[in-house]
C-alpha cells in the first residue's frame, strides 16, 4: 500500500491537483493524507471533500473522511493520536485510494491536527511499501528523478542543487525513507 501527502502549497496549485489526479496509475491500493488548508476545519474539509469528487469524476475509486468521522483517529488518554486499523482496512477494501483529512475530536469539537503525526502513524500502523511527497513546483527537475531521501547527507547533497524544493526535501527527510515524486511521475 502506497501512502500519498500533500503539502497545502501542493493542494493550493490547482495544476498540480490536476495532475496528480489525471496521472494516477498506482496498482496498488494507496491513503492520501493532505495539510491543512486555510487554517479552519471548514476549508480543511473542503478540500478533503473536493479531492474526492476530482477523483471520482477521473473513474478513481475512493472514498475521504476527516479523522474524526467514524473515529478514524483519536486521543488516548495519554493524549497519543490512535488509528482505528480495522475500519481502514475495511473500508479501503473496495477502494483504489482512501483520503483522510486533518481533522480529529478533541473534547467534544472538531480541531485541525498534525497532517505529519497523522502520517507517521498510518505508517506504524499499516503495511505502507512507500510513502510519497510532492515537490512545490510540479515541474521541478528533482520530482523527475523519482528520489528517495533516507538521510540527512539526501538533503545537503540535493540541496546543492535544488534550494527551492528546501521545504520538500525536509519534508521527505522528516518522513523518511520518502520519496520525492511530481504529480506527472509518481505512479509511472
Given at each position: ?23 494516477f496509475?498506482?496498482?496498488e491500493k ?60 475495511k ?18 469539537k ?51 542543487s ?27
Amino acid at each position: 500500500m502506497k501512502l500519498l501527502y500533500l503539502t497545502e502549497v501542493n493542494l493550493r496549485d490547482r495544476l498540480f491537483v490536476r495532475d496528480m489526479i489525471h496521472n494516477f496509475k498506482l496498482a496498488e491500493k494507496a491513503i492520501l493524507i493532505h495539510d491543512t488548508f486555510g487554517g479552519t476545519v471548514s476549508d480543511t474539509r473542503f478540500v478533503t471533500k473536493r479531492l474526492s469528487a476530482l477523483m471520482s469524476e477521473t473513474m478513481i475509486y475512493n472514498n475521504a473522511f476527516s479523522g474524526d468521522q467514524r473515529n478514524f483517529f483519536s486521543r488516548n488518554e495519554a493524549g497519543l493520536l490512535q488509528l482505528n486499523v480495522s475500519l481502514v482496512e475495511k473500508l479501503l477494501s473496495p477502494l483504489q485510494v482512501l483520503i483522510l483529512g486533518p481533522v480529529i475530536a478533541e473534547e467534544g469539537k472538531a480541531v485541525l491536527a498534525d497532517p505529519i503525526e497523522m502520517v507517521q502513524l498510518v505508517r506504524n500502523e499499516l503495511e505502507i511499501s512507500e510513502t510519497i511527497v510532492f515537490t512545490a513546483n510540479p515541474m521541478s527537475p528533482l520530482g523527475a528523478k523519482q528520489l528517495t531521501i533516507d538521510t540527512s547527507e539526501d538533503v545537503t547533497e540535493w540541496l546543492k542543487s535544488y534550494e527551492e524544493e528546501k521545504a520538500s526535501l525536509e519534508l521527505a527527510h522528516e518522513l523518511r525513507p520518502a520519496r520525492i515524486a511530481s504529480p506527472m511521475t509518481y505512479s509511472a
